[in-house]
C-alpha cells in the first residue's frame, strides 16, 4: 500500500511538472487588427507597432552588440515593459547593415525558392543535425530537427543526426561532435544546424577542437533559439525546492541524468561563460526568437515570467546571451524558445541557400 501511495505521488509531480508544458499558444481577450506590412513582419498588429515605432524613435544603443544582458536589463527596468527592451532589440537587429543585406536576400530568394527548389546535389555537401535536450522522447517540440534535415534533402544535400546523449552534459557531448567531425569524410564540407541545448554543445566543439585542421571541414552553423551561454532558468529550478525535487523526480523517473541538465545552466566562470571566437571559414546564422509577452507559449511562459527580472527573454535564455558577435543575426519576432510561430519553409530554405552560395563555390 505505501510503495503505491509513493507512485501516487511522484506521478502527481509529473502532471504538473513546470518543465514539460504543452505547446500551445495563448489565447488573447482582446481584438487588434493585424493588416500592416512592416519592421520585417507582413501581418503586423496595431500594438507591435506602436512597440517597434518606439524601438525606431531611440537614439540610445544604436549598435546591437550593445544591448547585451545588463543593458536589457536597464532598458527593462527603466521602462518597466520588457516588451520595450525586446522591441529595442529586433529593431537593431533588423537595421544592422549584415543583418539587413541578409534579410534583404532572403526575401528575394524565397519567392525564387516557390517557383523552383534549387539543386545542389553534385556539391556533396553534408547537413549535419545536432539536437535539443529530450529530443529522443520530445519529437514533437522539434528539438531532432527533422523538418530542417527534410528541408536540407530537398536541396540536395545528405543529412545526419548526431547521436549525442540527450541529457548528457554539454562538455562530454560536444566531444562526441568534435569526433563526429574528425571521423567524417565523405562529403566536400558540411553545415552544422543546432537547437537550443545543441547550440551549447557546439559552442563548446568549437573552444574545444575549432582550432584543428579537421574542423575546416565545417563550412557553416546554423544556429537555431541557441542556449549559447547557458539559462538561469536552471538556477531557479536549483534555488527552489519544489522545482528542484520535481525537476529530479523527473529525470530519476525518465532515466535522465540531471548532471547534463545542471551543466547548461548560467554561472559565471561556467562551462558557457563565455564569449565565442567563431573561425573565420566558418559562416554563422544566428537566429533569435523575439517574443512579445502576449505571443508566448504555455510550455514557455513559466520560464519566461520568470526570467523578466532579468530583462526580455525567449522563455529558456535571455536575448542579450544569444547575440553572437560576428554571426548574422535572423530575429524572429513572435516567436519563443519553441518556434510556434511558423516561419516560411521556402524562407528556411533560403537561409540554406545563402550559406551554400557564399561557402561552396
Not at 72 to 83: F, S
Not at 159 to 168: E, F, H, K, M, W
Not at 254 to 265: E, V
Request: proline share 3%; glycine share 6%; charged share 25%.
Amino acid at each position: 500500500m505505501k510503495s503505491k501511495l509513493h507512485l501516487f505521488i511522484i506521478l502527481i509531480f509529473f502532471v504538473y511538472c513546470h518543465i514539460d508544458k504543452k505547446l500551445d499558444l495563448p489565447e488573447s481577450s482582446k481584438t487588434v487588427q493585424c493588416l500592416t506590412k512592416e519592421y520585417g513582419v507582413e501581418n503586423l498588429c496595431d500594438d507591435e507597432k506602436r512597440y517597434l515605432d518606439w524601438a525606431k524613435s531611440q537614439k540610445q544603443y544604436t549598435k546591437l552588440n550593445q544591448l547585451n544582458r545588463e543593458t536589457l536589463h536597464n532598458i527593462t527596468q527603466e521602462t518597466l515593459d520588457v516588451d520595450k527592451a525586446a522591441a529595442l532589440f529586433y529593431y537593431r537587429a533588423i537595421e544592422e547593415p549584415q543583418n539587413k543585406k541578409f534579410l534583404s536576400y532572403l526575401d528575394k530568394k524565397q519567392y525564387e525558392i516557390v517557383k523552383k527548389v534549387p539543386d545542389f546535389s553534385k556539391k556533396n555537401i553534408l547537413f549535419v543535425m545536432i539536437p535539443g535536450m529530450f529530443y529522443k522522447d520530445n519529437p514533437q517540440v522539434g528539438a531532432d530537427g527533422k523538418s530542417f534535415r527534410v528541408l536540407a534533402n530537398k536541396l540536395g544535400m545528405k543529412d545526419v543526426l548526431i547521436p549525442i546523449d540527450q541529457t548528457g552534459t554539454v562538455q562530454n557531448n560536444a566531444k562526441i561532435i568534435c569526433d563526429f567531425i574528425e571521423k567524417e569524410n565523405e562529403s566536400n564540407g558540411m553545415i552544422i544546424a543546432s537547437v537550443s541545448k545543441g547550440s551549447s554543445e557546439f559552442k563548446l566543439a568549437i573552444k574545444e577542437c575549432g582550432d584543428k585542421e579537421f574542423f575546416k571541414k565545417v563550412k557553416g552553423w546554423y544556429n537555431v533559439g541557441g542556449v549559447n551561454k547557458g539559462t538561469e532558468v536552471i538556477n531557479e529550478v536549483q534555488g527552489n525546492w519544489r522545482y528542484r525535487t520535481e525537476s529530479k523526480l523527473y529525470f530519476w523517473w525518465k532515466g535522465y541524468k540531471y548532471d547534463g541538465f545542471l551543466s547548461m545552466r548560467y554561472i559565471k566562470n561556467g562551462p558557457l561563460d563565455f564569449d565565442l571566437e567563431i573561425p573565420k571559414h566558418i559562416m554563422t546564422i544566428n537566429v533569435i526568437a523575439v517574443p512579445q509577452f502576449r505571443f508566448v507559449t504555455e510550455r514557455a511562459r513559466p520560464f519566461y515570467e520568470h526570467l523578466i527580472r532579468f530583462g526580455p527573454n525567449d522563455g529558456m535564455t535571455l536575448l542579450g546571451d544569444s547575440y553572437m558577435e560576428g554571426a548574422i543575426t535572423f530575429p524572429s519576432w513572435r516567436n519563443d524558445h519553441y518556434f510556434q510561430w511558423a516561419i516560411y519553409q521556402e524562407r528556411v530554405q533560403a537561409i540554406m541557400v545563402y550559406m551554400i552560395e557564399n561557402q561552396f563555390k
